[in-house]
T-cell receptor, first 111, second 114 residues
Framework: ETGVTQSPTHLIKTRGQQVTLRCSSQSGHNTVSWYQQALGQGPQFIFQYYREEENGRGNFPPRFSGLQFPNYSSELNVNALELDDSALYLC??????????FGPGTRLTVL | KQEVTQIPAALSVPEGENLVLNCSFTDSAIYNLQWFRQDPGKGLTSLLLIQSSQREQTSGRLNASLDKSSGRSTLYIAASQPGDSATYLCAVPGGSSNTGKLIFGQGTTLQVKP
């Protein structure tokens, strides 16, 4: 157990809909990153938040957006869902140390 | 642009065998390298982290080595057990500093047969 939790565990949406995924960071961690992992692939970096500000972004379109709250919990929002958005979404938190602690992930299926 | 590659993509061994998983990266200016374990449909568990100034790290039956000049890291698993069956991923920070952006390989899926 890393202390990082994510909800929901699984989610099914249809193309064009919007989705919000949630992450609760490990206590004391002020940095959270989000990753997308397609089946059979390594995770791909989406973006990172530090003290409620986005401070790094991967090669993902603007319809992927996020928020970090004062308690350091975080959301990932995806608008206009596409079939290729089907993946495992992982969040990871850290407190300025080297190691990132990953949550169990949310499995998103887009039909 | 940093790229991380893991070979082989899959590996099947009998229980008790010692094995080596490989990870290569194209840009040797890395801050550190991390090995993770992922069980099917689950999140990632950090196994070992090697700083750029280190040559290896050990934890129990696991030993990870790092050769920055050749752009390679290996994860050695001694006396493999069925419980070691999982996907193993290596990752480096995207850039020479310790950014939160990790660049992952595609992973090696290990099956240890009883």
């Amino acid at each position: 157990e890393t202390g990082v939790t994510q909800s929901p565990t699984h989610l099914i949406k249809t193309r064009g809909q919007q989705v919000t995924l949630r992450c609760s960071s490990q206590s004391g961690h002020n940095t959270v990153s989000w990753y997308q992992q397609a089946l059979g692939q390594g995770p791909q970096f989406i973006f990172q938040y530090y003290r409620e500000e986005e401070n790094g972004r991967g090669n993902f379109p603007p319809r992927f957006s996020g928020l970090q709250f004062p308690n350091y919990s975080s959301e990932l929002n995806v608008n206009a869902l596409e079939l290729d958005d089907s993946a495992l979404y992982l969040c990871a938190s850290r407190a300025g140390t080297d190691t990132q602690y990953f949550g169990p992930g949310t499995r998103l299926t887009v039909l | 642009k940093q790229e991380v590659t893991q070979i082989p993509a899959a590996l099947s061994v009998p229980e008790g065998e010692n094995l080596v998983l490989n990870c290569s990266f194209t840009d040797s200016a890395i801050y550190n390298l991390q090995w993770f374990r992922q069980d099917p449909g689950k999140g990632l568990t950090s196994l070992l982290l090697i700083q750029s100034s280190q040559r290896e790290q050990t934890s129990g039956r696991l030993n990870a080595s790092l050769d920055k000049s050749s752009g390679r890291s290996t994860l050695y698993i001694a006396a493999s057990q069925p419980g070691d069956s999982a996907t193993y991923l290596c990752a480096v920070p995207g850039g020479s500093s310790n950014t939160g952006k990790l660049i992952f390989g595609q992973g090696t899926t290990l099956q240890v047969k009883p």
